[in-house]
């Protein structure tokens, strides 16, 4: 018979990865309602502040029908932080630099995001990893910078203002994943993505209401809006939260070194991006630290004397 522990880490590694693979089609569809620099579409702002709108809404009418109880004192400020990283932050910075780069390139500059991920887990949660599991860390997100220098096709090693906007976004949902995996503890993990959107509506319906489309849009844009609207924004959410919940932020955040490739992957066929044998090589080695992080001892802090 499993250990209990064993079968609830395996249950939220299992629920992180569902909600991975829906995060993974966010930037290629963020990059279908966007546009590009000269076919511009729809506005950063109305991307990123609409999305939260529309699942904001979504979100009220959930917790309405399951009559959720009010958020405590306490889980307030943990609630604004969260509602910070990926309500405002996360969405903004990277609706802005999608028009301006690939979604394979973008997609690259996501393997940051484990290592933020878990080094925001273990100061909220109290867990030390072993140097071992922050070599496969560190390994894993080396790989994935290896692969942007290499695929960047500049003359040198100077970041485009777009990566600059898209690490910021990394480090917004880093602090938005950990405080939203802290609350997850002690709501329900749909809760916690619910109330983070319905307390940013008085901002995020102006906003967008100000910044809707002038003109008439594409079908695949409005597609590419309404996926990342409910599936990125919400959906995908129910399942993260629950995952680092479950199984450990620092380790369940491990599964993200897989979005990159994942990312890539649904950029060719909704993009018609290329992606060649390099590509597929560095994706199986970044999969290949996400399976020894597995197996590294993550163990609570020792309580203070």
């Known amino acids: 018979m499993p250990h209990p522990h064993n079968a609830s880490e395996a249950r939220g590694l299992a629920l992180g990865l569902l909600g991975v693979t829906i995060f993974a089609l966010t930037l290629p569809m963020t990059r279908l309602a966007v546009g590009t620099p000269e076919a511009p579409l729809m506005s950063g702002l109305f991307i990123a502040m609409g999305r939260a ?85 560190l390994l894993g997100t080396g790989l994935v910078v290896a692969f942007a220098v290499l695929r960047s096709g500049g003359a040198g090693l100077s970041l485009h203002p777009a990566d600059l906007l898209l690490l910021g976004a990394m480090l917004c949902a880093a602090v938005g994943y950990g405080f939203g995996a802290r609350l997850s503890q002690d709501m329900r993990a749909e809760f916690v993505i619910c109330w983070a959107l319905v307390i940013s509506l008085p901002a995020t319906v102006p906003l967008a209401a100000l910044s809707l489309p002038a003109t008439p849009m594409p079908a695949l844009a409005w597609g590419g809006f309404a996926y990342v609207s409910v599936f990125s924004m919400w959906l995908g959410f129910f399942a993260w939260y629950r995952g680092l919940a479950l199984g450990g932020t620092v380790r369940v955040s491990q599964v993200q070194l897989v979005q990159p490739f994942l990312g890539m992957l649904f950029a060719v066929p909704l993009l018609g991006e290329r992606l060649d044998a390099v590509s597929v090589g560095f994706g199986l080695a970044v999969m290949a630290t996400v399976l020894l992080g597995r197996r590294m001892p993550v163990r609570p802090r020792p309580a203070s004397a």
């Open 53 to 137: 709108a529309v699942a904001g809404l979504l979100s009220g009418a959930l917790l309405l029908a399951l009559r959720a109880p009010l958020p405590q004192r306490t889980e307030r400020g943990p609630l604004v932080l969260t509602a910070l990283g990926v309500v405002f932050g996360f969405p903004l910075l990277t609706s802005m630099a999608m028009r301006h780069v690939s979604a394979v390139h973008a997609s690259v500059i996501v393997g940051v995001l484990p290592l933020a991920t878990a080094a925001v887990g273990a100061l909220l949660h109290r867990q030390r990893p072993s140097p071992a599991f922050w070599a496969c860390a």
